[in-house]
């Protein structure tokens, strides 16, 4: 391991350390996540954990019922619920439902709120999940939680030091519209010592989360870096992120611009030809995305 790689591994470390408030997950997430993760574990076992939890039984009906997902007639419980979408998407759902109370805290710099990387990280999950599904890759439900979470480490930085972060954006110096111009990541770098990406990795592991979202938290803006079995969920999120970014909901300032790097379409095998089709399709169900969470 290089120096540098190990000063970055400690700058996280103590970051995550000093931040026990973000760092724990909900008891009944946790409960959920390691649910799912058993191989023996049935839809009555997720049932009987998220029905300990009527705030969250309700926000997940009102997610399945959203035009979003698009099911036929009203769905009234949680076991239907489970039936109709499967145990990872209601999983999935219900982990978002309680992530959402960490993306909390006021204006941050008039480029910048919690509630805005909260709308981003919304409409990435949710082009993330329209990606995988054009393409047929059989991957939606990790793709909308990828998506969902690949930002997670700038609110462990946000956590752990305000006025750092504070620094990274005057660093950055977005315009208006959030479009930077100086890069984020290098920005963080100077002043933290680490990126997001790395923060966000960090946290996965100590949240125990499943390898592959560290991978995206950790490589969601470098997909390519990774190993070829490793590629196929970073990119989805590296595509979803920039297609995200275009809409002009929530933060943006990581990005320089939009473009898709050939190398992780042609990884994905998405023709330039599809990228309107998905464009339309995200603009389309941008209402009901951003309202879905609160």
């Known amino acids: 391991m290089s120096t540098v790689t190990h000063e ?35 839809a009555q076992d997720l049932h009987k954990v998220i029905s300990n939890d009527p705030a969250l039984c309700s926000r997940i009906l009102k997610v399945v019922n959203s035009s979003f997902y698009g099911l036929p007639g009203q769905i009234g419980s949680i076991n239907r619920a489970i039936v109709m979408l499967g145990l990872n998407a209601v999983k999935n759902i219900a982990i978002a439902a309680s992530l959402s109370k960490l993306f909390r805290g006021g204006e941050l710099t008039p480029n910048f709120s919690a509630r805005d990387l909260w709308t981003h990280s919304n409409v990435t999950a949710a082009a993330a999940k329209l ?87 950790g490589f969601h803006h470098r997909p390519m870096e990774l190993p070829a079995e490793n590629r196929t969920l970073a990119c989805i999120i590296y595509v979803a992120d920039r297609l995200a970014a275009e809409t002009g909901q929530g933060f943006r300032q990581d990005l320089m611009n939009t473009e898709i790097d050939q190398a992780v379409r042609d990884q994905l095998k998405l023709s330039a030809d599809r990228l309107p089709e998905l464009r339309t399709q995200l603009a389309q169900s941008l209402k009901d995305v951003t309202g879905l969470m609160g």
Not at 23 to 37: Q, W
Not at 160 to 176: H, P, Q, S, T
Not at 179 to 200: D, K, Y
């Open 8 to 42: 970055r591994e400690q700058v996280v470390t103590n970051a995550i350390r000093e931040i026990s408030h973000i760092a724990t997950l909900p008891e009944i997430t946790m409960k959920i996540v390691d649910l799912v993760e058993d191989p023996k574990s049935t």
């Open 131 to 217: 990606v995988a599904n054009t393409l047929k890759l059989g991957l939606a439900d990790e793709a909308y939680l990828g998506g969902l979470i690949h930002d997670i480490g700038l609110m462990v930085e946000m956590q752990y030091d305000r006025n750092k972060l504070i620094e990274v954006f005057r660093l950055v110096g977005a315009d208006a519209k959030g479009v930077p111009a100086n890069n984020m990541l290098e920005a963080e770098t100077q002043v933290f010592g680490a990126n997001h990406q790395e923060f966000g990795a960090g946290l996965c592991e100590k949240w125990k989360f499943p390898k592959s979202f560290s991978i995206v938290t």
